[in-house]
């Protein structure tokens, strides 16, 4: 990035205060990542950003934006006066976004966008220069942000979309103007918001809302709520699966490291459990191929992801046992997926399960979590450890359905306790896995079984 204050001004409708053009090369809306050059976001949150524009003059800031009075801005840099500094934010995205020109791949989902972002990522980076988002950066901050950290010269850009509400994907779409939409699976997340699945489903297809008219969009084969709702869509529409869709995987070998699975009578492998992982890659391949790329760069793309840290991840407990940590957060399709995918891999020891609470659920939130009882059985699991008040009708579900199989309950206010609960019952053989809510902190709990 290259921009001049005059340009900048152009690209988000302000005005420049100071006489002296000055050029920046970075953005950054937090005063303590600002490097020299850059231009400063005063964003307003639980602080107005605007109170730290002295930070930001003092890490080097270049120039900054300005929707206070004009008579109060800052001396000793360059200001651009602006009636609100987010959509000023996010009109400088999209001038960038314009002045770059890659093709813009967007996801979304109730689960499972982060992964697949990655996995695309690593499948078009075999042929293209790429950029996604970093982290969780997915909403109205921090899809711009990503934007204006896009390298110049990228030629494919894959931005993650979140949201919490209706109406927040069509303005992340129609800032980003998507060539290519995917959207992984329409769970229960955020339905104390949107009130049913059917809501989460028309605020999924949001997504459509800047989608190219000759783009392309992909969906998996097993929901009906996506299915009848892109009928009126003039854009591509390619459904994928497993044994079913126009892209169909049918799955040949799951372990712990790796499932492998054949397309069109090619194999291909990645390096995660999980049917709904491989539901993941196929969007990636649909992307892949929408882009022209090979079954062997495809392969390798898929073959050798790195995905973000805390989804689907493999750790090692002190004592050695086998974790899976899928912690960063959960809703009950998620949940049943990965508690139905760990009850079949192998493992020398026993397999154990600590569930932490669902957030956002709603009215429906009890009978929810109580339906987690359809994921295990006393066959399969041989200790169960539940965290937080949401679970307390699991564990009357499981005690009358299962009265030999383990059960511990823990209130949030036990989390220590649970950790060396969970401790003092590990066996170095065995295999343990993790599933919550961001919010729960399970996080510390895999830290605190790591050391």
Do not use: C
Not at 120 to 140: A, I, M, P, W
Not at 325 to 348: C, I, R
């Amino acid at each position: 990035m290259n921009f001049t204050t005059t340009i900048i001004s152009r690209a988000v409708q302000g005005e420049v205060l100071t006489e002296n053009e000055v050029t920046v090369t970075g953005v950054e809306f937090d005063s303590r990542k600002i490097k020299a050059g850059d231009l400063f976001v005063p964003l307003q949150g639980t602080n107005d950003g605007h109170e730290f524009v002295a930070k930001a003059i003092e890490n080097g800031a270049t120039a900054t934006l300005w929707s206070q009075e004009a008579e109060k801005a800052p001396e000793g840099i360059a200001v651009v006066l602006v009636k609100d500094t987010l959509l000023a934010f996010q009109a400088l995205a999209s001038y960038y976004l314009l002045e770059e020109n890659p093709d813009v791949i967007a996801i979304t989902g109730s689960n499972g966008k982060t992964t697949t972002k990655d996995m695309t990522e690593s499948v078009l980076s075999q042929k293209f220069r790429t950029y996604k988002t970093q982290g969780n950066y997915n909403n109205d901050i921090g899809l711009p942000y990503t934007i204006l950290h896009m390298p110049e010269g990228t030629e494919k850009l894959i931005l993650e979309m979140g949201m919490d509400h209706a109406g927040e994907i069509s303005i992340l779409s129609e800032l980003a103007e998507p060539d290519v939409a995917a959207i992984t699976i329409v769970g229960e997340a955020h339905i104390e918001n949107l009130g049913s699945r059917e809501k989460i489903a028309d605020a999924k297809m949001e997504i459509t809302t800047g989608l190219a008219t000759n783009g392309l969009l992909v969906i998996p084969a097993d929901e009906p709520l996506l299915e009848e709702r892109t009928h009126s869509l003039s854009q591509t529409v390619e459904t994928v699966g497993i044994q079913k869709g126009e892209l169909s995987a049918t799955i040949l070998n799951e372990d712990k490291g790796a499932t492998v699975f054949s397309v069109d009578d090619n194999g291909y492998q990645i390096p995660l459990p999980g049917s709904y992982n491989v539901q993941n890659a196929l969007i990636a391949m649909a992307i892949g191929r929408w882009f022209g790329l090979e079954n062997d760069e495809i392969f390798q793309g898929l073959a050798y992801v790195q995905v973000t840290q805390n989804r689907t991840q493999w750790l090692k407990t002190s004592n050695g046992a086998d974790i899976l940590s899928d912690v960063y957060n959960a809703n009950p399709t998620a949940m049943g997926l990965v508690l139905d995918t760990f009850a079949k891999l192998p493992t020398e020891g026993r397999r154990l399960a600590v569930l932490a609470d669902m957030l956002e659920l709603g009215a429906d939130s009890f009978s929810l979590h109580t339906s987690m009882v359809e994921h295990i059985n006393d066959q399969d699991f041989h200790e169960i450890f539940l965290y937080g008040d949401e679970m307390k009708g699991l564990k009357v579900a499981l005690a009358d359905r299962y009265p030999t199989l383990a059960v511990h309950y823990f209130s949030k206010n036990d989390k220590q306790k649970m950790v060396d609960t969970i401790k003092n019952s590990l066996h170095a053989n065995d295999s343990i896995v993790l599933k919550g809510s961001n919010g729960m902190g399970l996080t510390e709990v895999v830290e605190a079984l790591q050391s």
